[in-house]
C-alpha cells in the first residue's frame, strides 16, 4: 500500500506542484507552483499546510526564484533568492520549520562559490528535494519506531492531522499506522473531527481512506465515550512544540484527550521530530497560545451556526502537561518518562 | 430580567404558538400552530424540542383537535380526540413527555361526565395550560434549588440545551443561572457548542444573550482548557434520563466533561425533575443509546465536511456515571451521593 500514500509537494521533471488541502475532501487537486507568488499564496492562504510540508514548500520556493530569475550575475542572483526568502517567510511568520528551511538553504548559498547562475538553480533544486528527502525519512523512522507500540493495537483515537499530507511522506501520528499496514496488520482508526477547522474530518479521515486505512469519523465530543465503549488500545498525535519537561502544545482539544485516555487507563503516545523540542523553553506553562478569529467558530464553510454577536474563545492550541504523556516517538528513538532528564539525553 | 427569559410555547387570545428552533440563531419567528397537523409537524420537525416543551406541544395538540373538529356528538369528539393523541404520540416515538403529558388529558376526559363540546374544549385547553404552568413551576424550583450550589459561582461551564426553550420557562440546567441573574448575581456561562446538531451554538446562546447572561461559546474540545485556565466553579447540564442508581443518560459529550470536571475538581452538577428519573432501570449500561444518521456528522447546515463514503459514529447520547456526579438537583431536593439510597428516598 506504500504507494497510497498521499505526498502533498510533487517534484517531477522541473515542475512542482502542491496538493490544494483547502479543496479537501470534495476536490482533490494538485496545482503547478510556477512563481514565488504561487508559494507564498500556497502557503498563505493554507493551500499547502503541516510545519515540515510548509518547510519543503519554502525551500522549493527558492529553487523557483532561482529558475525563474531574470538577472545576469551571481551576485545578483543570491541577492534576489535572499529578498524572496524573506517574503516567504513572511507568509505564515510563526511557522518555524519554513524560516528553518529557507535559512538553511541560504547559508549554504553564502558558503559556496559558484561559477554559473545555472548552478546556483540546481543547488536549490538539490538542497530543497534533501530536506523533503530528509523529513521523508525522518517520518518514516517516527513510524517504525511507533510500530513497536501499536504492533499489538487494534483500535487508536488521533486527533487533528499529524499524517503524511503534512509532512514529506507518513506523516507522524500515522506514520506507525501506515508501516503497520504496509506489514500487513490493520489498525482502525478512529479520528476526531478537530472543530474548528476540522482537520481530522477534512484530512485525516481522507487520507487513510486513500491508503486503505479503515478510519470511523467522530466528533471531539464522542472521544471519552468511544474509549468507554470501543476499546481503544491508544491514542497518538502530533506535536507542535515540545518543551524541555515533556509539555506538549498541540492542536485544542488535545489535552482534554489526554486527560480521558489518564482515566480510562489508554497509553497516550506523541509523535514528533526532534525539531519540534524547543529546550529554550522550561515548561508548557510559559508557551504563547495563539487565539484565533471568532468567525472560525460562528462559521462554518461560510454557514452561520451562532448569533454573530457571541463572545468566542477560539484558541488553536493547548498544553498536554508530560504526566499524562506515555511516551514521544521521536525519529532516534522513544523518549519515556522521566522526561525532563530523558529528554536532555538526547540533545548532549 | 425574568421578562427577557424566552418561551418557547405561548397561547393568547385562543391561539398557540410556538418558537421555530430550527431558524435559530438566524430568525426569530413564532408560528402559529392551526391545526392538528401543524402540531405534529413542528414536533417532528424539531421546530418545537426538548422533553418538557414537547409535552406541552402534544398537549395543546388536543386542546387544537377540539376546537376544530366538526363532529356532532360528545362521544365522536371524544374519539376524535384519542385518535388525534395517537397521531401526535408518533411524532416522536421516544419522548417520553410527548406520550405522558397527551395520555394524562385523555385519562382524565374518560373520567367526566361532559354536558357540552364546548366543555371538552374548555378542559383540554386548561389541562394544557395546567401541564405548562406545572412545567415552569417545576423548572423555577430547579432554580431556587440549584442556586444554593451556584450562590459563590463566577464561571459555569455547560454543554447542549437544558435551557429555557426546551421547556415551559426557565430550563432545567440554565434556571439557576437565571434565578441568580434576575437577583442580581452575574454568572458568566461557557456554552459548549454541541456537535454534531450545534444545541449550544445555536440554543444555548441565544437564549442566553436574549437574558442578558453573559455567555462565551467554545467547541466542545476547549472544555479542557477552560476549566484548566478559566476559573470554572461548576458544571451543570441536564440529562435526558437517570437510572436508579444516579447514572445519567445526557447529550453526547457529557460524560467526557464530567471525567475533565473530576480531573480539575469542579463539582459536576444535573439538573432534572423527577419525571426524568426511570427506577425501572438498574444502571447506565442497561440504557440503550441511539445511534443516528452518519449525515448528522458530515453535513453541517447543507455543507460537506467531510468524505461521503467515510464510516462515521454517532451516538446520540452517553452514560456518565453516578461517580463522576456531584448532585443531581430536582424540584423536590438536591441529591447527593449515595445516589441509590438518596433517589429512592425520593419515590417512596
Known sequence: MENLIVTPIIYKDGAVSILDQTKLPNEIVYIDLETVEDVYNGIKQLKVRGAPAIGIAGAYGLFIVARNSKVNTIEQLLTEIKLQGDYLISSRPTAVNLEWGIKRIINKLSKISFQSLNEIVNFTLKEAQLIQKEDEETCFKIG??????????DNVLTHCNAGSIATAKYGTALSPIYYLKDKGKNIHVYADETRPLLQGARLTVWELMKAGVEVTLITDNMAGFVMAKKNIDAVIVGADRITANGDVANKIGTYSIAIL??????????????????LSIDNGNLINIEERDKNEVIFIGGKQIAPKEVDVYNPA???????YITAIITEKGIITPPFSQNIKKHFD
Open 261 to 278: 485516555a489518564k482515566e480510562h487507563k489508554i497509553p497516550f503516545y506523541v509523535a514528533a521530530p526532534l525539531s519540534t523540542f524547543d
Open 144 to 153: 517504525e519506531l511507533g510500530a513497536t507500540l501499536l504492533s499489538n493495537a
Open 317 to 323: 492550541f493547548d498544553v498536554t502537561p508530560s504526566k
